[in-house]
């Protein structure tokens, strides 16, 4: 009935094909808490249907365990992680208050934003803070961004949604989000979407594995597939749309109801999406949460500043790469950058810099250290380099740059 519906809308606008002709939409779907191998076993249709236009993907969160980049495994962290395409040393969320995030740090809608002023930008969402804290709208720390529609804070409408203690007013805010989003893909075609939804994260703190939140899970897929066919009718007007779903966290063994933590099922997340040319290289359990922001990049031939590019700590998704993996091992004088190089061997550049004037608002400066065939995955940072208690190191390829840190004391990121 829903379906017939959007299809009725759709009748009802008219479409000029010839001047939307292959604009690029990319919708992303963040379904909260739903750990790996429940998705795997539950039955999800809509969410077959993309993965065969594309493909699937277990993945990681929560940066280098025991590293400078460490992220807990918190939702909010794990949505600016995505949003920024950086770990939480850098974006500054730590937990679900999001007490101070550094904006230095853009999200895909502010770099949107700036580099097409014309933009159609939207959110729906049960979780009002994701636009309010995360995006930062109408903030001056964001240049006052502002989005052309959002649906959101009927979390706070308690005679509209009361609330009880199953949380089904979750799942019907849910539903909501998820019919009004559908409704505005067909009828709008905005360029750029953000959809989240909740009710899984919910069902899972409450009764961790279980019927409750298998149930919630095919609702959610039910959700994903009234935006997919809303992205298929507009498909029909020769647009280029692509479509990214994935979680924000897993969840802790063995009952599967928390989360936070650096455990292997509490980082394991997973990624589904209609795109084409996805990298086989990754999209086989090495993508990380990071490597979103850097596809939407790609996707939309983003162009970003070469100061906000060094910062990325993801690589793109789709496409040809230079590097990924890149890791600083040693100690003292005897330290190694190691790397996975890409198909093609190439020549990379390798730069360090002393400072972190970025995160602040300011730009670093690099100085080279060297030239090294991409294939030999290694090179030794010079001894006096190793007496420092941080630098940045920095490596250029013909497709993508990576970055590390080194960093001990008191330059160790604030939590």
Partial sequence: M??????LVSILVVWNTA???????LVFIILDGIPTQDLERVATPNLDQIIQKGGYTRASTGGQTGGYSESPTISAVGYNSILTGTWAHKHQVWGNGIESPNYQYWTIFRYLREARPDAKLAIFSTWQENRTKLLGENLPQTNFLRLNHSLDGLELDTLRFPQ???????AQIDQKVAEEAATYLVTQGPDLTWVYLQYTDDMGHRYGRSAQLDAAIQMADAQVGLIWQAILQRQQMGEDWQLWVTTDHGRREPDGKDHGGQSEAER???IASNASGLNANFFSGKATHVDLLPSFFRFYNLVVAEHQERELDGVPLTGPHSLSNLTLVGKGKNQLLTWSPGRQSETLSIYWSPTDHFREGGQDEYFLLGEVPSDEKQYALPPDLGKRAFF????????????TWRVSGKHLPKK
Wanted: proline residues 0%; positive net charge.
């Fill in 392 to 403: 940045k190191v920095l490596v250029v390829g013909k497709y993508n740059s990576a970055n």
């Fill in 164 to 170: 009880d203690q199953e949380h089904h007013y979750i």
């Fill in 268 to 270: 394991q997340v997973w």
């Fill in 2 to 7: 829903r379906q017939l519906a959007l299809a």
């Fill in 19 to 25: 001047a939307v002709a292959q604009q690029k939409k």
